[in-house]
């Protein structure tokens, strides 16, 4: 079998994002000012890399903090459009071929279980839980929820945290039924939640969703019926692009303390 290349994979990923048709204009920013770190990890259902997983996700956090406060010293708040991708090597997903071009082509709508062999969009919501599960669980040993955001994942401001950074997490991989999510490779994108609410304050955040989400009918073919605005219910139930009944419950357990608990270890 022929071994995949990281700095292959990390290109096509960065192609995709920058290919003309593709919807998320956040992305393309975070693209053209060079500010999307990537990494390769291996299989998505292995634990083995959650470590470096972790750590790459760190340096991130540390990076981006420095970059506010560098925008801070020069009189000026940025704050906008960085993103970490981690891109994993398998497994092989049903319905991979001419993913990235045409995009559109391929699994319907509804798909939950892939087209013919390979994984399917069922178990990469098991494996995306499965990975956020054993990086929570690996933060909670040094760092409490960031206290911006509700630590539940069933509540309405509820937000993936690492390093006490808040993230909004998207998940892509080639048998996903939204074509906005359907990439070669499985990855998991996180992206700092301040930013997004640095654009609500800057009065940027309406009109930017409205962009995003017209491009998204023209690529896609139909609005995601998943989406909803922070504070009206449980963004995790985005964070897979799949489609969900009403009675869907995250099966995250999030096992920090809370930042005003002084209980001793």
């Not at 023209?218 to 964070?239: K, R, T, V």
């Amino acid at each position: 079998m022929t071994a995949i290349e990281p700095t292959s994979m990390i290109n096509e990923y960065l192609s995709f994002l920058n290919d003309k048709a593709f919807p998320c204009v956040g992305a393309k920013a975070a693209l053209a000012r060079g500010q999307i770190k990537c990494m390769v990890a291996g299989h998505m259902a292995c634990p083995k890399d959650d470590g470096a997983i972790l750590q790459f996700l760190y340096d991130f956090v540390d990076s981006y903090r420095e970059g506010i406060r560098h925008q801070d010293r020069q009189g000026a708040t940025d704050g906008l459009f960085h993103s970490a991708a981690v891109l994993f090597t398998g497994p092989p997903f049903a319905g991979r071929e001419g993913v990235g071009e045409g995009a559109g082509e391929g699994v319907g709508e509804g798909t939950r279980e892939g087209l013919g062999e390979g994984a399917g969009e069922g178990l990469f919501e098991a494996w995306l839980w499965q990975r956020l599960q054993a990086l929570a669980d690996l933060d909670a040993r040094e760092h409490v929820f960031d206290p911006r955001v509700d630590s539940d994942p069933s509540a309405p401001n509820f937000s993936f945290s690492l390093k006490e950074e808040a993230f909004f997490v998207i998940g892509l991989h080639p048998a996903s039924s939204r074509a906005s999510r359907r990439f070669k490779y499985p990855v998991l994108a996180f992206n700092p939640h301040a930013q997004f609410q640095l654009l609500r304050e800057n009065d940027h955040y309406e009109s930017m969703k409205a962009v995003v989400r017209r491009r998204d009918i023209a690529y896609s073919g139909s609005i995601n019926p998943m989406l909803d605005d922070f504070g009206n219910s449980s963004e995790a139930a985005q964070y897979s692009g799949s489609q969900y009944e009403s009675d869907w419950r995250c099966p995250l357990k999030i096992n920090h303390a809370q930042p005003n608990d002084n209980t001793s270890p």
